[in-house]
């Protein structure tokens, strides 16, 4: 491990905990190594498929982030179930709906457990839908693996059954980011959310980031998730505005880019937005011209960017995606880019923990959570396209490189990329202090 990897590492107990260490040092003999970040077991432990259940919101205001998401988890399983599987062993993916509804969440939770007797879950997006699932899986010992990305996890308000390892949380990108906006587009700042956690979670940290800049928070509008129009919203923008801050989801999100444009015509603040707003949209959309030159957010950039990985372009392939972010079967159909990586990742991620672990069965699930929380380093990768992180095995979270890219021939060119340095923080979680 080089002087950069070194202190990155975290420490858990005595020893320095490392990728290769906790895959050698958590029961892990019989492993046979084969290229970088695959490990095999020279023996099958067992001929029953792996049951992994997928929590999907295939309707709902999560849909077109639904979609995508099983699209990536598909390709994911396909590509470990040709190499080897999991533990010698296949995997088999059990999808339910849950209408992106915290509700039916707990029940798709319930029923995964109860009825399909899985081994483990995991894909949830949407953080109503997190919160509302979540204690069920904890009730029930059910690994609980989110793709989500608000501060529930790390915020130890949630249970040591449930992590989110493969794409990190809103106050860790946007701490990251707050130094480039204010230093760059202005420190008077106009914040337009969805009236949830999600949202609230960008409104409070966002907040507190741009004020240890220097900066002001000047309005904050929140927007009811099912909204469908938001002309009436904007004229609460204060005339100050130095730089417009938004991040909406759901279908309605082209209408409010659309909307937006028509309030301010060619006079405008400086504009910052999370892809959230942008997501499954594609750029050259008749209403959108005015986004030229403004500014987004990206987990993974949408567009092939001029120093593209061998990782971009493998992961690329096998998703079934384009140089623009579109399906290659359908240059239409955009892709939510810069959120569906998480379910690629998330599924190697739990790979690790599970050959690590020498999990065989629901006898082993305090084995798996263990494992999961030994996990420190995570690679720049086939298996980890987006970038190298850093995971906290207290918090449950992970934390890498954010993106800021800009409109330009409408197209999203890279103009900054964060440190995972940048983003990570202290609080006070510590979830392997809890039982299991």
């Given at each position: 491990?080089?002087?950069?990897?070194r202190?990155?590492?975290?420490r858990?107990?005595s020893g320095?905990?490392?990728?290769?260490t906790?895959?050698?040092?958590?029961?892990?003999?019989?492993?046979?190594?084969?290229?970088p970040?695959?490990?095999?077991?020279?023996?099958a432990?067992?001929?029953?498929?792996?049951?992994?259940?997928?929590?999907?919101?295939?309707?709902?205001?999560?849909?077109?982030?639904?979609?995508?998401?099983?699209?990536?988890t598909?390709?994911?399983?396909?590509?470990?179930?040709?190499?080897g599987?999991?533990?010698?062993?296949?995997?088999?993916?059990?999808?339910?709906d849950?209408?992106?509804?915290?509700?039916?969440?707990?029940?798709?939770?319930?029923?995964?457990?109860?009825?399909?007797?899985?081994?483990?879950a995991?894909?949830?997006?949407?953080?109503?839908?997190?919160?509302?699932s979540?204690?069920?899986?904890?009730?029930?010992?059910?690994?609980?693996?989110?793709?989500?990305?608000?501060?529930?996890?790390?915020?130890?308000?949630?249970?040591?059954?449930t992590?989110?390892?493969?794409?990190?949380?809103?106050?860790?990108?946007?701490?990251?980011?707050?130094?480039?906006?204010?230093?760059?587009?202005?420190?008077?700042?106009?914040?337009?959310?969805?009236?949830?956690?999600?949202?609230?979670?960008?409104?409070?940290?966002?907040?507190?980031?741009?004020?240890a800049?220097?900066?002001?928070?000047?309005?904050?509008i929140?927007?009811?998730?099912?909204?469908?129009?938001?002309?009436?919203?904007?004229?609460?923008?204060?005339?100050?505005?130095?730089?417009?801050?938004?991040?909406?989801?759901?279908?309605?999100?082209l209408?409010?880019?659309?909307?937006?444009?028509?309030?301010?015509?060619?006079?405008?603040?400086?504009?910052?937005?999370?892809?959230?707003?942008?997501?499954?949209?594609?750029?050259?959309?008749?209403?959108l011209?005015?986004?030229?030159?403004?500014?987004?957010?990206?987990?993974?950039?949408?567009?092939?960017?001029?120093d593209?990985?061998?990782?971009?372009?493998?992961?690329?392939?096998?998703?079934?995606v384009?140089?623009?972010?579109?399906?290659?079967?359908?240059?239409?159909?955009i892709?939510t880019?810069?959120?569906?990586?998480?379910?690629?990742?998330?599924?190697?991620?739990?790979?690790?923990?599970?050959?690590?672990?020498?999990?065989?069965?629901?006898?082993?699930?305090?084995?798996?959570i263990?494992?999961?929380?030994?996990?420190?380093?995570?690679?720049?990768?086939?298996?980890?396209?987006?970038?190298?992180?850093?995971?906290?095995?207290?918090?449950?979270?992970?934390?890498?490189?954010?993106?800021?890219?800009?409109?330009?021939?409408?197209?999203?060119?890279?103009?900054?990329?964060?440190?995972?340095?940048?983003?990570?923080?202290e609080n006070?979680?510590?979830?392997?202090?809890?039982?299991?």
């Open positions: 491990m080089n002087d950069t990897k202190s990155r590492a975290r858990n107990g320095l905990i490392t990728r290769r906790a895959l050698q040092g958590m029961g892990a003999a019989g492993l046979l190594a084969a290229s970040g695959m490990v095999r077991y020279a023996q432990q067992t001929s029953e498929p792996l049951k992994i259940g997928f929590q999907v919101h295939r309707t709902g205001i999560g849909a077109a982030y639904g979609r995508w998401y099983e699209r990536v598909n390709a994911a399983v396909a590509q470990i179930n040709a190499n599987g999991i533990a010698g062993r296949q995997v088999q993916i059990i999808a339910e849950d209408g992106t509804d915290p509700k039916r969440g707990a029940e798709v939770v319930e029923k995964f457990a109860t009825q399909h007797n899985v081994d483990l995991f894909g949830t997006l949407f953080s109503h839908v997190v919160m509302g979540a204690p069920r899986a904890g009730e029930l010992k059910l690994p609980y693996y989110v793709v989500s990305e608000g501060y529930h996890v790390s915020s130890g308000a949630l249970n040591r059954y992590f989110q390892p493969g794409i990190t949380d809103v106050r860790s990108q946007v701490s990251s980011m707050a130094p480039w906006v204010a230093g760059n587009l202005g420190k008077k700042v106009t914040m337009i959310f969805p009236d949830y956690a999600f949202g609230h979670d960008h409104r409070d940290y966002f907040s507190a980031a741009m004020k800049q220097g900066g002001e928070i000047v309005e904050l929140p927007i009811p998730p099912t909204e469908t129009s938001y002309t009436k919203y904007f004229p609460k923008i204060p005339s100050s505005t130095e730089v417009l801050y938004h991040v909406m989801v759901g279908p309605g999100v209408t409010f880019v659309k909307e937006l444009g028509e309030f301010y015509g060619g006079n405008r603040p400086e504009i910052f937005g999370f892809i959230d707003s942008l997501e499954a949209v594609p750029l050259d959309s008749p209403g011209e005015f986004l030229e030159g403004t500014y987004f957010w990206e987990g993974y950039p949408r567009y092939v960017q001029e593209q990985t061998p990782y971009d372009k493998f992961y690329r392939e096998q998703v079934g384009n140089d623009e972010g579109a399906s290659t079967s359908d240059p239409k159909d892709s880019y810069s959120h569906m990586f998480g379910c690629w990742e998330t599924l190697y991620i739990i790979k690790q923990a599970i050959e690590a672990s020498g999990y065989k069965g629901k006898d082993d699930t305090a084995a798996l263990e494992a999961t929380e030994a996990i420190t380093d995570i690679p720049w990768d086939n298996e980890h396209p987006q970038g190298d992180k850093v995971f906290n095995g207290k918090m449950h979270q992970v934390f890498g490189h954010q993106n800021i890219s800009q409109v330009t021939d409408t197209r999203l060119v890279r103009v900054h990329r964060t440190s995972i340095e940048d983003g990570m923080y006070d979680t510590d979830y392997t202090k809890m039982s299991l």
